[in-house]
């Protein structure tokens, strides 16, 4: 069985919630190919991660595998995506606890040649604060964004994305973490469980270093924003999730 077949079945086990079926066929996958494809084992490194998480297991030796070949195709001199495998490298690091490292890989990103950000996708905030939503809005637009959808709540955040995903639209997320209906991780985890590729930004008065925080990182966030925030914060911000999108096309 190719590696495509293969990973079309493991999906369908996971949209059928058959998590260890669809864990063993991500993982079998992801060591086959860990040799010849870098950058497709460690995807399918994080696809086995999540199978895990949805077990309510632990999920680091799969997470590490992940950043470790991240990293890796990082510093190939045939790679063409380096910047996007340093920032999904990151991200893994973050689920891991691993700070400095993750900084590190950050870093390495950033300097790198910025990534022209696509316009083409829908913006979705969720924040109960009318001020603050209207600021991010102001942000979307400045950085030249015209479809936005902004929800007070995060149940209606959940419903209004879920109504894209029926249409066929992948959009960037801006959720606050303290809402007055649900908590930001599981608002993040409602959403990932609907679309594993969603790319969701946290927005939070919080340090990074939190338990809440950190637990809503590791649920598969991609890139955070501590209020007060300013226009570059919200740009680099949706600048990963764009950069994140495009490596799993």
């Known amino acids: ?78 790679s063409t995506n380096v910047k996007g495998a340093l920032l999904c490298a990151s991200k893994c690091l973050l689920s891991l606890g691993e700070f400095d490292k993750a900084k590190v890989a950050y870093q390495k990103a950033k300097l790198m040649f910025q990534t022209p950000i696509s316009t083409i996708r829908p913006i979705v905030i969720i924040d109960d604060s009318k001020s603050i939503a209207m600021k991010l809005k102001t942000y979307a637009e400045k950085l030249g964004y015209s479809e936005i959808h902004v929800f007070e709540n995060g149940k209606d955040g959940v419903k209004g994305c879920k109504k894209l995903f029926s249409e066929n639209q992948t959009p960037v997320v801006l959720l606050d973490m303290g809402l007055p209906d649900l908590e930001g991780d599981v608002v993040a985890t409602k959403l990932l469980n609907e679309k594993i590729d969603l790319q969701i930004v946290v927005i939070t008065a919080d340090e990074k270093t939190t338990t809440r925080v950190n637990k809503t990182i590791s649920s598969g966030v991609s890139a955070f924003i501590q209020k007060p925030f300013t226009l570059d914060e919200v740009k680099n911000a949706i600048d990963i999730a764009e950069s994140e999108y495009s490596l799993l096309q």
């Open 1 to 78: 069985m190719d590696t495509k077949t293969s990973c079309e079945i493991a999906l369908t086990h996971l949209k059928n919630k058959q998590f260890i079926t669809a864990h063993n066929l991500f993982l079998n996958q992801a060591e086959l190919i860990k040799k010849s494809d870098l950058l497709k084992s460690a995807l399918l490194y994080m696809l086995a991660s999540e199978c895990r998480n949805r077990q309510g297991k632990n999920s680091e030796n799969e997470i590490k595998q992940a950043s470790d070949l991240f990293l890796k195709y990082s510093k190939a001199k045939d």
